[in-house]
């Protein structure tokens, strides 16, 4: 019973590199999002997902990009990293938008 | 767009006490959620309760919709109940189902 898995758990970038960040559910949930947790600021939606094939941008879309081609996976890329990204990133899953959601365990990203 | 308050902030408990933490919503929301953030970062499910009462265990919630509140008991504390509160909400207003989340209660529990 994975749930919403996300790899890596840990990462270092330096300024400048691009990375993907991966999210999988194995839920059969239309619904998908990003979010970043920083100190004081609580959780910001990134992206989002309402099915394959369809993505939509949250409320901090700047430097991300997302695609979504399969139901199960929804892929988090950051194109060309800055310090400003340094932060802890979390995939959520759901039946729906609006439904129960359900986390994945996080990746915790510093950039230097 | 919606706001989210909770409160108290910080709360500090002596193993065994009960405890009750409360979220506060400025508009009408279809989705509630808590979560527990553990220590190592995990955001865990704890109730789905946009409006009336659940149980889980020594755990309960109750949500007062049409007065903006929800209510989380914790009952017969425990170590392993120390970390982060959340509680997080979803309206309709907006076309992307966000979960607006507060600022968390920060809850330490002493052996």
């Known amino acids: 019973n994975a749930g919403v898995t996300q790899t890596p758990k840990f990462q270092v970038l330096k300024t400048g590199q691009s990375m993907t960040l991966q999210c999988a559910q194995d839920m059969n949930h239309e619904y998908m999002s990003w979010y970043r947790q920083d100190p004081g600021m609580g959780l910001r939606l990134i992206h989002y997902s309402v099915g394959a094939g369809i993505t939509d941008q949250g409320e901090v879309p700047n430097g991300y990009n997302v695609s979504r081609s399969t139901t199960e996976d929804f892929p988090l890329r950051l194109l060309s990293a800055a310090p400003s990204q340094t932060s802890v990133y979390f995939c959520?899953?759901?039946?729906?938008?609006?439904?129960?959601?359900?986390f994945g365990q996080g990746t915790r990203l510093t950039v230097v | 767009g919606i706001q989210v308050e909770q409160s108290p902030p910080d709360l500090i408990l002596q193993e065994g006490a009960n405890s009750t933490l409360r979220c506060n919503f400025s508009d009408s929301v279809n989705n509630l959620q808590w979560f527990h953030q553990n220590p190592w970062g995990q955001l865990i499910n704890l109730f789905y309760i946009p409006s009336g009462t659940k149980q889980n265990g020594r755990l309960s919630a109750t949500t007062v919709a049409t007065e903006r509140y929800s209510l989380l008991y914790i009952s017969s504390s425990q170590t392993t109940d120390s970390g982060v509160y959340f509680c997080?909400?979803?309206?309709?207003?907006?076309?992307?189902?966000?979960?607006?989340f507060g600022k968390g209660i920060t809850l330490s529990v002493r052996p």
């Open positions: 997080a909400v979803v309206d309709y207003t907006g076309a992307n189902s966000k979960l607006t």
């Open positions: 959520a899953s759901s039946v729906q938008g609006g439904a129960e959601a359900f």
